[in-house]
């Protein structure tokens, strides 16, 4: 399976090759982790957007690049349209299966998928939990126990829902990462907490 961030690589590399990749590439909290590592590989920088492509699009225009998506396979191609279009998007991923003669595998070959969990957790309110003490040392702490391998996020929206999200090498050493850091956002901003 070729998934969105697949096909963000497939893209940015392409456009890359080609000179007209016009900055970096916006994923979203929820991209992989691999995706932001293969781009790093290709000297592309990375933004991370609230998922949804109004964020991704409101990132792409605040970097003042043009090309961004989810894992959904939502892509916006600011060049070509403003909104993720699956037909753009396609159209431009055939172009260069066309192009190279390569296949789709072999086009989105490089990247490292990263295991990935997601724990949701009820909320009283949306907050960044960036700065909320109990949320944001717990993250850090975790992310450095895998060095530059690994995320962890603590992402609160989506009406009264947040969620801990861990992304690293290790399936079994990532989901008790996302317990961890979901564990910290239920007591510092679940229902009843403060």
């Known amino acids: 399976m070729v998934d969105g961030d697949a096909l963000l690589l497939i893209m940015a590399r392409a456009r890359q090759e080609l000179g007209n990749l016009d900055g970096g590439v916006v994923g979203t909290l929820m991209s992989n982790l691999g995706l932001e590592r293969a781009l790093a590989e290709l000297g592309v920088p990375f933004a991370r957007a609230a998922v949804g ?9 605040a970097n003042g690049w043009k090309l961004g998506g989810e894992a959904s396979g939502h892509i916006v191609c600011l060049d070509r349209t403003t909104t993720g279009d699956g037909i753009v998007s396609a159209l431009q ?18 990247m490292e998928y990263y295991p990935q969990v997601l724990v949701n957790v009820p909320v ?42 861990g992304g690293g090498p290790d399936a079994d050493a990532v989901r008790p990462l996302a317990e961890r850091i979901a564990a910290a956002v239920r007591a510092a901003c679940g229902p009843g907490a403060g």
């Not at 492509?53 to 225009?61: I, T």
């Not at 991923?93 to 490089?110: H, I």
């Open 124 to 165: 009283a309110e949306r907050i960044d939990p960036a700065p909320t003490p109990a949320c944001a040392p717990r993250s850090s702490r975790s992310s450095a126990s895998w060095g530059d391998r690994a995320r962890a996020v603590a992402v609160l929206g989506h009406g009264a829902a947040g969620a801990g999200d």
């Open 93 to 110: 991923v055939l172009a260069r299966m066309v192009e190279t003669g390569r296949t789709l595998d072999e086009l989105a070959a490089g």
């Open 53 to 61: 492509d109004r964020f991704v699009l409101e990132q792409l225009q």
